[in-house]
């Protein structure tokens, strides 16, 4: 069973549930945060909790016909936009606005969620800025965003900003463990992502898995200084680095591996993603110079000025090679 939002943001839901019973719900608030801390849920179940029959002390009961319809997306009241596409455009916007300064068609009410506000473009933008400056009715919008820094500063400034928090590293794999997935694994997936539902896509995903072996197996001969890490680049690595996102998971795999490397010889143990390797990587890192362990890791950082000039990635991932091959030798 997925995570409620009260498990996953017990503060903020108490902080929502105390402004409804109040009726002092703001016109606008700002969701902030990575992906998987519930800014989403969030703003439905505040939805709910506005427009629920059988509420108590503000919280909403999740099982009447007003909060079914709003979990369903199916309550008139309730109007959501996101990206059409690569952005947000001002057509969307305009409907928003027109549906602002209509009455509520089952109530006085109306809640508007706009799903990564920050993919707005600057006409959206300029064009949502009225309402937000001059709110018209029993409204609240809801702008939810994973980069707020991507979001004018005058949209900010006329919305309440609300930071929603990560799930701890610990909490989060004792919850992946729940789920049944074994300790190392969550233990590595949370160093991916902190986001529980895309951890558990990532741990049914057979071409992750496949990339994870392969990875782990490239980076073993690299150790090893082995040749034959330099041809696996092509043959092992290359096939589950096919677009953008993959290639990043890919990147992101790379630096977790010398991060251990890293962490190891300061000792740090019990910050180690590859817990399942952690015997292997320690015989590796007492030969491995630190001088080397540190330059490896800046190396592999380095990776995204490469790719932003469009060095192939094939080629960047060899030259990678090359140089960790070198800098772990002593």
């Known amino acids: 069973m997925e995570q409620s939002i009260i498990e996953l943001q017990p503060r903020l839901t108490k902080h929502f549930a105390k402004l409804v019973d109040n009726k002092k719900l703001a ?3 700002l969701f902030s945060g990575p992906r998987g801390t519930g800014k989403n849920k969030l703003a439905h179940w505040v939805a709910q909790a506005v427009f629920c029959k059988q509420k108590q002390n503000g919280y909403p009961c999740l099982k009447c016909n007003e909060c079914r319809r709003i979990a369903q997306n199916n309550q008139p009241d309730v109007v959501e936009i996101k990206p ?3 952005s947000i455009k001002v057509d969307q916007i305009r409907y928003l606005k027109a549906e602002f300064v209509k009455s509520g068609v089952e109530s006085n009410r109306k809640l508007f969620i706009i799903q990564n506000a920050e993919k707005m473009t ?3 933008a300029n064009s949502l800025l009225k309402f ?3 709110p018209s009715g029993d ?3 809801f702008l939810l965003t994973d980069s ?3 979001i004018l500063p005058t949209i900010i400034s006329r919305c309440q900003l609300v930071e929603l928090s990560s799930l701890t590293l610990k909490k989060l794999v004792a919850t992946l463990e729940t789920k049944g997935i074994g300790a190392d694994k969550a233990n590595l997936l949370a160093h991916l992502t902190n986001s529980q539902k895309e951890a558990r896509e990532l741990d049914g995903d057979e071409d992750f898995n496949k990339l994870l072996a392969n990875v782990w197996e490239w980076f073993n001969q690299v150790l090893r200084n082995d040749w034959r890490a330099f041809v ?3 043959t092992k690595l290359m096939p589950y680095a096919t677009d953008k996102t993959s290639q990043d998971r890919l990147l992101q795999l790379i630096v977790l591996l010398t991060r251990d490397i890293l962490l190891l010889k300061y000792g740090k143990n019990e910050d180690v993603a590859f ?4 015997k292997e990587l320690n015989e590796k890192n007492l030969k491995i110079p630190e001088n080397g362990a540190i330059r490896a890791v800046e190396a592999v950082l380095s990776t995204k000025q490469q790719r932003a000039v469009n060095v192939s990635f094939q080629s960047i991932l060899e030259a990678l090679t090359l140089n960790l091959c070198s800098w772990y030798q002593a």
């Open 148 to 150: 707020v820094n991507q």
């Open 232 to 234: 696996g680049v092509q």
């Open 139 to 141: 409204v609240t919008a």
């Open 132 to 134: 937000l400056e001059e």
């Open 275 to 278: 817990i399942m390797y952690s």
């Open 122 to 124: 600057i006409s959206a």
């Open 84 to 86: 059409e596409g690569n």
């Open 27 to 29: 016109h606008a608030y």
